[in-house]
């Protein structure tokens, strides 16, 4: 799967892949800029390809390039190109180069799958960004108090990002990088981990709880990146235009 591009030198790029046996990798892609080369098509972003690849003194580089899957049907959809590159950006930041990674490359093909084939795109995220933080060790606790250890009663509570999970309120009141969650949100949170996506996928969800969790989870991954993700930002504004045309639609 082709994650990202860089150009490098007059006509070469500089490919991120992600691959089912060796994990994350960077290629060089020699020519792909010039306007005859028969690879640029097949090297695009989003693009699952067969490649071979040849030894190179520091990065191999693509000496046969064959797309299998385009994903055809998010390049004409903002919103769905944006949740793909959301998914994208969040597995390359999680993951190394190298190593074995069968059910992250799973996964990530299955989430842009379900996105490509019109699944709810909250959703779909949500059930990738709960996933992926299993697979990399970051399992968010949910069940009971990181503070005391204590069940969790039934009533709004506390999410520590350092801490990795949920707080109760007398544990997480005024504790630096604890965020106030509903109970509403908690069990969202709570029924998507448990469950398979195809069960997860039947939940009704109100968009009030899916804005709350949109920041809460973008707070957590933030802390655990140590950095700003790019893409939640280009998704804002795109549901900031969608719901200004829609309004102007209604307004007429």
Do not use: W
């Given at each position: 799967?082709?994650?990202?591009?860089?150009d490098?030198g007059?006509?070469?790029r500089?490919l991120?892949i992600?691959?089912p046996d060796?994990?994350?990798?960077?290629v060089v892609?020699?020519g792909?800029?010039?306007?005859?080369?028969r690879?640029a098509?097949h090297?695009e972003?989003?693009?699952?390809?067969?490649?071979?690849?040849a030894?190179?003194?520091?990065?191999?580089?693509?000496?046969?390039?064959?797309a299998?899957e385009?994903f055809?049907s998010?390049?004409?959809d903002?919103?769905r190109?944006g949740q793909?590159?959301?998914v994208?950006e969040?597995?390359?930041?999680?993951?190394?180069?190298e190593?074995?990674?069968?059910?992250?490359?799973?996964?990530?093909?299955?989430t842009?799958g379900r996105?490509?084939?019109?699944?709810?795109g909250?959703v779909?995220?949500r059930?990738?960004e709960?996933?992926?933080?299993?697979?990399v060790?970051?399992?968010p606790?949910?069940?009971?108090?990181?503070?005391?250890?204590?069940?969790?009663?039934?009533?709004d509570?506390?999410f520590?990002?350092?801490?990795g999970?949920?707080?109760?309120?007398?544990c997480?009141?005024?504790?630096?990088?604890?965020?106030?969650?509903?109970?509403a949100?908690?069990?969202v949170?709570r029924y998507?981990?448990?469950n398979a996506?195809?069960?997860a996928?039947?939940?009704?969800?109100?968009?009030?709880?899916?804005?709350?969790?949109?920041?809460?989870?973008e707070?957590y991954?933030?802390?655990l990146?140590e950095k700003?993700?790019?893409?939640?930002?280009?998704?804002?504004r795109?549901?900031?235009l969608?719901?200004k045309a829609?309004?102007?639609?209604?307004?007429?």
């Amino acid at each position: 799967m082709i994650l990202r591009r860089q150009d490098l030198g007059e006509a070469d790029r500089l490919l991120t892949i992600f691959t089912p046996d060796h994990g994350k990798l960077r290629v060089v892609a020699k020519g792909v800029r010039r306007l005859r080369s028969r690879k640029a098509g097949h090297l695009e972003p989003l693009t699952r390809a067969r490649l071979m690849l040849a030894r190179g003194r520091n990065l191999d580089v693509i000496t046969q390039a064959e797309a299998v899957e385009l994903f055809t049907s998010l390049r004409g959809d903002l919103e769905r190109l944006g949740q793909a590159f959301y998914v994208v950006e969040l597995l390359d930041r999680f993951t190394v180069e190298e190593g074995e990674t069968q059910r992250l490359y799973d996964l990530l093909l299955k989430t842009l799958g379900r996105l490509a084939a019109e699944d709810e795109g909250s959703v779909v995220v949500r059930f990738f960004e709960l996933r992926l933080l299993e697979l990399v060790g970051y399992r968010p606790e949910l069940f009971r108090c990181l503070g005391c250890g204590k069940e969790l009663k039934p009533q709004d509570q506390f999410f520590s990002v350092d801490m990795g999970g949920i707080l109760c309120p007398n544990c997480g009141a005024g504790r630096k990088h604890a965020h106030p969650i509903s109970l509403a949100a908690l069990k969202v949170l709570r029924y998507y981990q448990r469950n398979a996506y195809a069960v997860a996928a039947t939940a009704k969800i109100r968009s009030k709880v899916h804005a709350e969790l949109d920041r809460l989870l973008e707070s957590y991954l933030t802390y655990l990146l140590e950095k700003r993700l790019h893409t939640p930002d280009f998704l804002r504004r795109v549901n900031e235009l969608a719901t200004k045309a829609y309004k102007a639609e209604t307004t007429t």
